[in-house]
């Protein structure tokens, strides 16, 4: 006979289980404000809807449509803010008990899983003792029940190695051991309802399908019902039985998950769903000259040995391994893979940020070994930089005329200051921007807005070869679409090269010529684009497909 786990068999027993399909919560009307009088903000505007017990239903919109407001307001999260309307939870109003009360309802009854669990997480403390501390609070366990409890939720969110990851601190961790130790403390107490805020918003597609099956299988086990709040409506499709779809404050559109996709009636729902990136690449001209070519390039760094080794040497370890490619003017190279697969490692030693160990890199027939110190800062400003997150590389309290100015400054030291405004100002008009823009600071923007002034910051030199690292993966699906189609005109317009780094596949699908498909430091698959996504040869390169489910729907 099977031993049960201790996951399964909690020290106290949960209240009874609602009946499967009985509404568990009922939102109505609900309105959060920040504010008082003419300065108010409403954030969310009399949203209402119902969640059943044990579905799955998701809350979709962009950036500032109020989804997640929504969600912390229904564990009365939200602070320095107003509430209108009821959120009823089994009966109770929710908005009306006391703060003890509430505090007992929290991660026993309803519990939630944060977008960015390194931020979530307390980094003091090992995920082991963060989960025995939710048990011991609400469940009253002794220190060695609460750590077998422990120990076996982490075992049954997939970690592995499980009783000596307790002792691990949060950034010991990989992102996807952290969202499962976010996924095992929410789960501790066996809730009711989960609510899920971007469960996989910084996670490889592999990571993120892992963490979607399992917490469609916990949803299944514990009979619980989850709200996933995301943008990712190819999440929403394959996970979601209902949805909401929210636009700046108010619920638009709600119904069955595959009734909304196949016909919805709200014109912002048809927009997103219209969101996904488009393929625009034009043909390369047939003698297009070859701009920059990498052969046998590798990086090996040294790495500490494990236990008593570690005393008497390193070992090697290869993170980019006898690569070889080429980038032609006008053309657009994907680079595809997994966190840790050697992408970025390989677009910074293009760049000649990152040392390489071997291998030779020519960029305009002149090699960055040989070069002279002059030489490398002529070919630096003919190769530049888009980097994943807009926020942090901008400078936050520079203005954006200093940010998209400073290139300027460094490469051209002899240009006015008159013309160095005027090449500003045409930097800012080509990424859709004006010239309002230049003494306010990069806070001041949105996130697809951060993102054009980090292309027109690098546009201002004029270079020929763009290195591309994840540039559109903090953005939502439409504000994705706007960035896509500032590239690719942009590339029409000025014959531009790019090197593309994402792992995202519908991205690179969209934009991209030719692909390279990374492991382990190693290119396991290459060539044209439509040929290899088409008809995937290599087993990783159909795992990547299969796990991003690019083209569903």
């Known amino acids: 006979m099977t031993a049960v786990s201790p996951v399964i068999q909690p020290a106290v027993a949960p209240a009874a289980t609602p009946a499967p399909g009985s509404t568990l919560m009922c939102v109505d009307k609900l309105s959060v404000t920040f504010g008082h009088g003419e300065h108010a903000t409403r954030a969310v505007r009399e949203v209402s809807f119902d969640l059943r017990a044990g579905e799955r239903y998701a809350l979709v919109g962009e950036s500032g449509s109020g989804k997640t407001v929504t969600a912390l307001a229904m564990l009365r999260l939200v602070e320095d803010a107003y509430y209108d309307g009821a959120i009823r939870f089994e009966g109770k109003n929710l908005l009306e008990v006391s703060d003890r ?12 899983i944060f977008q960015e669990p390194m931020t979530a997480l307390n980094p003091l403390y090992t995920i082991g003792n963060q989960i025995v501390e939710t048990l011991a ?23 592995s190695d499980a009783a000596h990851r307790f002792d691990s601190f949060p950034h010991q961790l990989s992102g996807g051991q ?6 095992a403390m929410a789960l501790a107490c066996r809730p009711k309802l989960l609510l899920a805020d971007e469960p996989t918003t910084a996670l490889d597609v592999t990571i ?6 399992l917490l469609r299988d916990l949803q299944a086990e514990f009979g619980m019902a989850v709200m996933l709040i995301t943008h990712d409506l190819n999440l929403v499709r394959s996970f979601a039985q209902r949805v909401g779809v929210m636009e700046k404050g108010v619920l638009v559109e709600t119904g069955e998950t595959a009734q909304v996709f196949a016909a919805p009636q709200h014109p912002y729902t048809r927009k997103l769903i219209d969101s996904r990136p488009r393929r625009e690449v034009l043909p390369l001209v047939p003698l297009a000259p070859v701009l920059l070519e ?42 595809v893979g997994e966190s840790g697969s050697g992408k970025t490692t390989l677009a910074h030693t293009v760049l000649a940020l990152q040392r390489k160990s071997g291998g030779t890199i020519h960029f305009l027939g002149r090699s960055f070994d040989t070069a002279t110190r002059d030489d490398r800062r002529q070919l630096r400003a003919r190769m530049q930089v888009v980097f994943q997150d807009p926020f942090g590389s901008l400078a936050p309290r520079m203005t954006i005329e200093q940010i998209v100015g400073e290139g300027l400054a460094l490469h051209q030291p002899g240009l006015s200051h008159e013309g160095t405004r005027q090449r500003v100002i045409e930097a800012l008009r080509e990424v859709g921007l004006d010239r309002t823009a230049l003494g306010r600071y990069p806070h001041e923007f949105s996130g697809g807005q951060r993102q054009r002034i980090a292309i027109a910051r690098v546009l201002i030199l004029k270079p020929q070869i763009l290195v591309l690292d994840e540039p559109t993966s903090a953005l939502d699906v439409s504000i994705q679409q706007q960035v896509l189609a500032l590239l690719s005109q942009l590339q029409h317009k000025y014959n531009l090269t790019y090197l593309f780094i994402s792992h995202d596949l519908a991205v690179i699908r969209a934009m991209a010529h030719r692909v390279f498909v990374m492991k382990a430091g190693e290119v396991v698959e290459a060539g044209d684009t439509e040929a290899v996504l088409g008809a995937p040869q290599h087993p990783y390169t159909r795992k990547l497909m299969a796990a991003a489910q690019v083209g569903a729907g």
């Not at 609070?137 to 970690?159: C, S």
């Open 101 to 112: 009360e509430m505090r007992g309802i929290r991660g026993a009854e309803i519990a939630m």
């Open 137 to 159: 609070l609400h469940e009253g366990l002794d220190r060695r029940a609460a750590r077998e409890r422990a120990i076996a939720l982490l075992e049954r969110t997939g970690i």
């Open 178 to 183: 952290r969202q499962r130790a976010m996924i």
């Open 208 to 213: 993120r399908a892992q963490i979607m099956d």
């Open 294 to 335: 990498a052969r046998k390039l590798s990086v090996n760094y040294a790495r500490k040995r494990r236990g008593l080794a570690g005393w008497f040497g390193k070992d090697q370890f290869a993170a980019v391994k006898d690569v070889d490619f080429q980038l032609r003017e006008g053309e657009t190279v994907g680079i």
